[in-house]
């Protein structure tokens, strides 16, 4: 057991985080979304630039193959260094991946190369209103038509939606299959007519998400991902992207949070009320306790090549722990917290989603108990 | 022995509720928070005041009902549990300052306006005030004790909160005429009345967890047959219970047993607080995405129930009187 | 709304309270658990003798006809004065009612009186170690034979089954019928060869239940309680008595040891303690919840006729609380609250078994959602 | 970096795991219990001393393995999981104790005998110590610090505790010869050795509880298809898992990163004491009635949580000493 970085891993995390210092763009600008959008957008072109957008992509498709270890430490680099997310961030953790693993290589050739570069946005097409947990269940119909697919039907929770040039998008090709055995897995263009984006508002007042309603849009047949009728495998693949090594960066981004907190804290005079002290250290806990459990299922996969169910894991103490922290601060701050403008306010109800979005905690359970602890799935 | 409503309560409930759910119909509550965040339909305002309800709780010789606190929890908790943008619990709160730590010549000078609706009342803390935007008496508690400040020299500066479906403002100044009356009487009471709004909240909120449970399907299956769902609006039940037994009882208490009324208050205030947002919170976790959405009308219960919840004294605030009250030596 | 007693109300309560202050026989003696039994059975002998045994049953019957509402005093009142409970409680509030309600006018001649005098001891037949929460696939098989029935199976936690005279033994007297069709409900008499009971020692070393295996017992055909095959039907109203009523009481044990844990805390000087503080005051208001719900439903059943499902979720609140009071009550006695002789030590581990016993939290929270809430059961 | 065990350390692991299950087999640890409560059978101490693991941690010089804390916790972990009653975990205390806080005479006194398991060690508080009896160097700490106590002229009296898994008892007195090192690096890493066996504890539990889960059938199935026990089974392995990474890693710190080992081991402790109870209490409502029953070997395990829990400073002592290291102002 040895938790230290070793020469090479150091020399790695030394070079991430000198870069990231000299080039970190400073905090997104206040202001309209869009605007905000475009400077994720540039400063993903300068991650691209230097080769660090594609960090976890193989170098043959533009990437820096870097390993398993090396990405932990890159996103937790980023984490620290508190710099933007990348404007292209579904593109760069599913889109590609997808593509590299589904696609064929006219598809590659097409596709990944904008990913990289944020000069094609991507957005995901899975959840439907009456689909959330049960993926399966879908009911956005693709038609066979003259060479491509008719797509209509409508899809909920589309980050980027109204920006996306391709959406990752899952429909029934198959009604008289079974359910799992009838969907299929397609890149459909965003800019044409049979699709409009509506912004969907949440709790916050903000749109993070978007509505999208599809009337007989068009998808060509060479658009269509890892073949028809394997929709479900492809997209459970991907979803697994999305859970995987998010411990790591995520808890750092709890320890920023934390520290803060505790700052907070302390200036008002509350350092010492056993009661918050309490609560702080087990936040402190669960938030290390989060970390490390992501270097032990690293380490696991490391040596054995196989991807623990440890994402979910992680994805549940995450939101749990930045409930209970974003829900600490705003009793200290009081009604000050209540206001639209407060920042912990604001993390608060933010926060809400955190045990939905994603996967929630009820399904995130089930599969802990059934795939780690084998217990039998309810019938 | 018998807790349960009388019939002449009884049928003040069924009034209640029937124009709670009449005129602040959800899409109406909506209406208002889009177009005016904060503020509130005066001719509804004036329907309720006519129908006596504005002074449930004042005194007969000062233009009320003579009513009880009773009486006033179980409008409180129809209009909470419809979380109405009305200045109600402003007014009513002013009453009770007043009534019961008012001299005679506060209560002669206000109370009439206050019972009619006309004159309206309204509370809060220097920091945030309840409705007070064209209130003709507000009042203002702080470790100081209680005032009533002049509405001609003093301005209320809007506070923009996450709870739209009422007004909050800042006082420019809180100099005004002492209370010099039993204040915990009052403040006690007061908390009452907001404990009830909470329980409305929280029944509210877990009603439409459950319609949504027997509605949503997944798996094939609606949600509401799986534990992860039926336990946890089993769990709803028992903390709005809880909220509802111990609101009544202080408002029992308030009337006819007033030596218990600190403890019954505190502790029907920090459960009924905490009561209202457990059961908001679980209730979005039930219904998933869609009660995350601002089309949803969740939020709005969301927002009442941690704004209302941390009026005169948060849950543990509260919890710590309690503890002073059953002996705990300090 | 009023919650004070009525002038008759008071009148019953000054009775009850001055008969038990005159008659308390004090705490039970130490010792041999057959001794603290005859101590109960000479307590219940004294309450019978002032017609106090059988406080809710009819008159007619021995009982002293009293109503719901004094019922619930009286039991608060034993409570209050923490007098013994008597021997044959499973007698008074399952035995005795259940023959009432099924019983024909024979078994009512043969079973009552000896059951309020604490003559004959009744002990409860249901559970079965493959049947705890699913009562209706109970095992124990009841084959007809000249006269009668013999019952042949295994049933388990059997309070008093060492003592009793009778059990209340629920059996399948037809396999072929469908699960709860073919249950059988019989008062089967326990001093026989063919019937052996074994203590079944708890975790916390002492032996309140019994196992008790039938090999061929006898019961005669007149002991048949409610008809073959009624068995389901005649045991479910059995267990509504055994909930029905306990809040009020229970909360006044729980305030009671609450007083006692608040004198500890004073007395180790930690009253001033933030944390405790909060802590205490959260057990007090569930209590206070817990009997103002008491009387809340029974105010409801008075006025309706109709007994609620509250009897369940007081048995939930009642248990979680017992178990936080008793937990910690045993963190500030530290160590000292490890000996096997510490009182809080004791009542901790005996707590465990609060969420079981009588419908374990699970089942209890699916009543409620299912008869409550009006949730789908789960198929 | 590689947070998993080297080659060495999986040999231990393994070692570990077959002797104690091996030797401590769940009928093995009744019949001791039953027989001799707080006792322990001296023949397999001695073979559990003759595999060196007495003096795991003792460094080579005074006749130990010379190896770290990461191989002392496995041991620990995998004695715990079996709730062996062995006097492993005083004897190994005692030589932290002693290795990290003693003077070399006192070392080279007492540190070979407790290597070699022939001269115990055993450690403790004025109240209670941990299998003293018989042992040559019981070590007491308290507010005025440790000292090694004369086993000639201290008398231990037993202690009739729950947990009868192991020998408890009270010194006749806690004078002695003081340890003059540093106390911290010594009790910071006793707190790891226990903090490791309340997470084998915590993994039995768990495990007991999986498989009754699977087996167990009401209502036509297994009860593990339902969510209220296998939701509950996923909160174990949460509970498990990170008592798990904070016991390894304050472990690993004590050894490479003796700065961090303060915060570490208070973590670790506090985290793996309330694990261990939690999921005790959890694993018997899985279980139900039968949970409950002495003649289920379940009730070992919730007592020895309980009692190994309170071992070297509560949960929220060890919480309190965390908030004050990460900057909450005292």
């Known amino acids: 057991m040895d938790l230290t970085l070793t020469a090479d891993e150091e020399a790695f995390r030394d070079e991430v985080r000198t870069w990231l210092a000299d080039n970190n763009p400073g905090p997104e600008p206040d202001g309209d979304d869009s605007a905000k959008f475009e400077f994720q957008r540039t400063w993903q072109r300068t991650m691209h630039d230097a080769g660090w957008a594609g960090v976890a992509w193989p170098k043959e498709y533009g990437g820096r193959g870097a390993s398993l270890l090396e990405q932990t430490i890159f996103y937790a680099e980023m984490a620290r260094a508190k710099v933007p997310r990348p404007a292209n961030i579904l593109g760069l953790v599913m889109g590609g991946p997808v593509v590299m693993a589904h696609g064929d290589e006219s598809q590659k050739e097409r596709f990944l190369e904008p990913i990289l570069s944020a000069e094609e946005i991507w957005c995901q097409g899975f959840s439907e209103p009456e689909s959330g947990s049960d993926l399966a269940s879908l009911k956005t119909k693709a038609v066979k038509v003259e060479g491509g697919w008719e797509v209509t039907g409508q899809k909920v929770w589309t980050t980027l939606g109204h920006i996306a040039k391709w959406c990752m998008l899952v429909a029934r090709s198959d009604f008289d299959a079974p359910k799992h055995k009838g969907l299929t897995y397609f890149i459909c263009d ?27 849009a068009f998808v060509p047949d060479e658009n269509v991902m890892g073949g028809v009728g394997n929709g479900w495998m492809v997209a459970i693949t991907t979803l697994m992207n999305e859970r995987a090594g998010l411990g790591a960066s995520a808890a750092v981004g709890l320890q920023n949070d934390l520290e803060n907190l505790i700052e907070l804290i302390n200036e008002r005079g509350l350092g010492s009320d056993p009661i918050l002290r309490q609560k702080i250290a087990a936040l402190k806990m669960g938030t ?8 032990r299922s690293l380490s696991q996969q490391i040596k054995t090549g196989i991807p623990g169910p440890e994402g979910s894991v992680a994805k549940l103490q995450w939101g749990s722990i930045n409930q209970e922290m974003t829900e600490l601060a705003t009793e200290i701050l009081g009604p000050a917290a209540l206001g639209k403008d407060s920042d912990w306010g604001y993390k608060m109800l933010r926060s809400r989603a955190n045990s939905i979005e994603g996967g929630t905690s009820e399904v995130l359970k089930n599969i802990i108990a059934e795939r780690v602890l084998g217990l039998p799935k309810l019938r | 022995m018998n807790f349960g409503f009388n019939d002449e309560q009884q049928e003040i409930k ?21 177009s005016e965040p904060g503020g509130f339909d005066e001719a509804v305002w004036k329907e309720l005041s006519e129908l006596g309800w504005a002074g449930i709780a004042v005194s007969e010789e000062h233009g009320g009902q003579g009513l009880g606190m009773v009486e006033l929890v179980i409008l409180c908790e129809e209009l909470g549990y419809a979380v109405a943008p009305t200045p109600f619990l402003a007014n009513a709160c002013a009453g009770l300052a007043l009534e019961w730590a008012g001299s005679d010549e506060q209560k002669a000078a206000h109370l009439g306006g206050i019972a009619t609706g006309e004159a309206r009342g309204a509370v809060g803390s220097p920091d945030v005030f309840l409705d007070a935007e064209g209130a003709a008496v507000p009042i203002v508690f702080d470790e100081d004790g209680a005032r009533i400040l002049d509405p001609n020299s003093v301005t209320f500066d809007k506070l923009d909160l996450i709870d739209e479906t009422r007004g909050y403002s800042e006082p420019s100044s809180v100099d005004g005429e002492a209370l010099t009356g039993d204040l915990d009487a009052a403040s006690g009471r007061m908390s009452v009345a907001v404990a009830a709004e909470l329980t409305g909240i929280a029944q ?11 509605e949503r399907h997944q798996f094939e299956r609606p949600i509401g047959a799986y534990q992860a769902v039926s336990h946890r609006c089993a769990d709803m ?52 995405g869609i009660g995350f959405t601002w089309e949803h009308d969740l939020h709005f219960l969301l927002k009442r129930a941690r704004a209302s919840g941390q009026l005169f004294g948060s849950s543990s605030a509260h919890r710590e009187r309690v503890a002073g009250l059953i002996g705990m030596a300090a």
Request: charged share 25%.
């Open chain 1, 190 to 216: 965003m800019e044409q007519d049979g699709i409009e984006v509506r912004p969907l508002v949440q709790i916050t007042g903000e749109a993070e998400f978007n509505e999208v309603f599809f009337e007989g």
């Open chain 1, 288 to 295: 290390e306790a989060l970390s490390l459990g992501a270097m």
């Open chain 2, 14 to 34: 069924a009034t209640a509720k029937s124009f709670a759910q009449s005129r602040f119909k959800p899409d109406v509550v909506r209406k208002q928070v889009e």
């Open chain 2, 204 to 214: 509210r909120a877990m009603d439409m967890a459950v319609e949504y449970a027997k």
């Open chain 2, 237 to 288: 039940l028992y903390a709005v219970e809880e909220a509802r037994s111990l609101t009544y009882y202080a408002a029992w208490a308030a009337d006819e047993e007033p030596d218990s009324l600190a403890l019954a208050a505190s502790m029907a205030k920090a459960r009924a607080a905490d009561a209202a947002w457990e059961v908001a919170k679980s209730s979005i976790q039930v219904h998933g």
